[in-house]
């Protein structure tokens, strides 16, 4: 584990170990902090911070992230939830691919399945003393409580050698655009997968030396494969689920269906080389019974860059290629998990809609409701099936639609100040949505008649 004490001070471990006339190789671990972000009420906030580096010149080896509060303790998802957080410099990418966008380059993410940054010996993520680091993450609010939380990040540094560099390249299986989730529409049946590929062309002659991934609830698996040698696996980063008494199944109230406790990981020292223009193809599934809301396949690749041979051979895969997980129970197949509606009632607990306890408003076709004053009006409608719906978003600030429950998924993007969004409701049956960043506030539900 990379992670130290909470007490370990920025300063931990920076303490140079100097021999007479030269650098002695070293490793140093150091705990470092965002600012803090306040969180309270089922709030949600998307930090964009710049965030303190090892201010060391070296390498990064190890990398890890979570939650805490003002006094470096702990903070579960009883309280708040670190949904994903993305680590990265304001530089022009070295990978200069598809992915990689054009002004900053990612070398550290996760999310609900907590995935550490671990290189194999003798290569490292290089970082300079005075460069600037960024972070960007998803918190939200899983009660009352005001808490002011930080993103605590333990940084495995190595100085005084040459390491081999590795570049970071994310690929999502959706495609690299700019779109970063996407919708599984449900509906399928039991067994239903919904299946998305994505061919990423290797931006320069390469071993693969570590692959970590990150993927929402619902995930059934994700790998990369190499059509040039036949479409054989390289590696997968499958998604492993708590039990059902882990906290992420226990908490309460749900407002987002559990991702994944792990992912696999992929470490090699070898590596797995790869040429200048080849095409590797990322496949990320999902169960497809049931509809998924902003789910993501994305894979971190790790490059070292090292000449290919003049032909492809299709070499056997390096003996020293492992997959890790966790040691602990898992179950491997998605969990079915609804989400319904919450609110908070008069006892000052939150508890669950079970009901609609609005009037029922039929709606002609095309309909329109608004969401003004931190709510939808009106609240409870009903529709005839192929009808057209306008939310209309009338607040100054953001709302958006969100998909609870139904027999297809639907929901809208956040907008405010009078834009609005259309859809159409085609399958029959009650659909549950609200609004995620006033998730006990807001709320609607839609009956869909033939």
Not at 116 to 136: C, D, F, I
Not at 154 to 168: A, N
Not at 277 to 290: A, F, H, I, N, P
């Amino acid at each position: 584990m990379f992670r130290r004490s909470a007490s370990i001070l920025i300063l931990a471990g920076l303490l140079a170990c100097v021999l007479p006339g030269a650098a002695q190789a070293a490793r140093r671990t150091v705990v470092l902090r965002s600012a803090p972000v306040a969180m309270a009420g089922f709030n949600v906030e998307f930090p964009k911070l710049w965030v303190p580096s090892p201010k060391v010149d070296g390498y990064v080896v190890g990398m890890d992230a979570r939650l805490v509060d003002s006094k470096g303790r702990p903070v579960t998802i009883r309280d708040v939830m670190l949904h994903h957080v993305l680590f990265y410099k304001r530089v022009r990418p070295a990978s200069q691919s598809a992915c990689a966008g054009q002004s900053q380059e990612g070398f550290y993410g996760t999310g609900e399945e907590r995935q550490q940054l671990r290189l194999p010996a003798g290569y490292g993520y290089p970082v300079a003393k005075r460069e600037r680091w960024r972070m960007s993450a998803m918190l939200m609010s899983h009660s009352l409580r005001a808490l002011k939380v930080r993103v605590e990040y333990t940084v495995t540094v190595e100085t005084g050698t040459r390491l081999e560099p590795v570049i970071p390249l994310w690929v999502r299986a959706n495609g690299c655009g700019d779109a970063v989730s996407y919708p599984v529409w449900g509906g399928d049946g039991p067994g239903g997968t919904d299946t998305r590929t994505y061919d990423c062309r290797v931006p320069f002659d390469a071993r693969i030396v570590a692959v970590g991934g990150h993927l929402h609830g619902g995930a059934k698996d994700m790998w990369l494969s190499q059509p040039e040698c036949g479409g054989r696996r390289l590696l997968d980063t499958s998604p492993r689920y708590g039990m059902p008494d882990d906290l992420y199944y226990t908490a309460r109230p749900i407002l987002h269906e559990p991702g994944p406790v792990d992912t696999r990981y992929f470490p090699s020292q070898s590596g797995i080389q790869v040429r200048r223009g080849e095409t590797l193809t990322l496949t990320g599934t999902y169960d497809s019974s049931k509809p998924h809301t902003r789910i993501m396949s994305i894979m971190h690749v790790y490059l070292a860059k090292h000449a290919a041979p003049a032909a492809q051979d299709c070499a056997a895969l390096p003996a020293d290629a492992r997959q890790l997980v966790k040691d602990e129970p898992v179950r491997v197949e998605p969990p079915d998990v609804s989400v319904p509606l919450n609110a908070l009632g008069d006892d000052g607990h939150t508890h669950e809609i079970t009901a609609p306890p609005w009037p029922l408003t039929p709606l002609a076709d095309p309909a329109k409701v608004a969401l003004k004053d931190n709510a939808f009006d009106p609240p409870y409608v009903q529709l005839k099936s192929g009808s057209k719906l306008t939310w209309s978003f009338d607040d100054k600030v953001s709302h958006n639609v969100t998909f609870a429950s139904g027999p297809m998924l639907q929901g809208s993007p956040t907008l405010a100040g009078g834009k609005t969004f259309t859809t159409q409701f085609t399958r029959a049956g009650r659909y549950e949505l609200f609004c995620y960043l006033h998730p006990l506030q807001m709320h609607q539900v839609i009956d869909v008649v033939d």
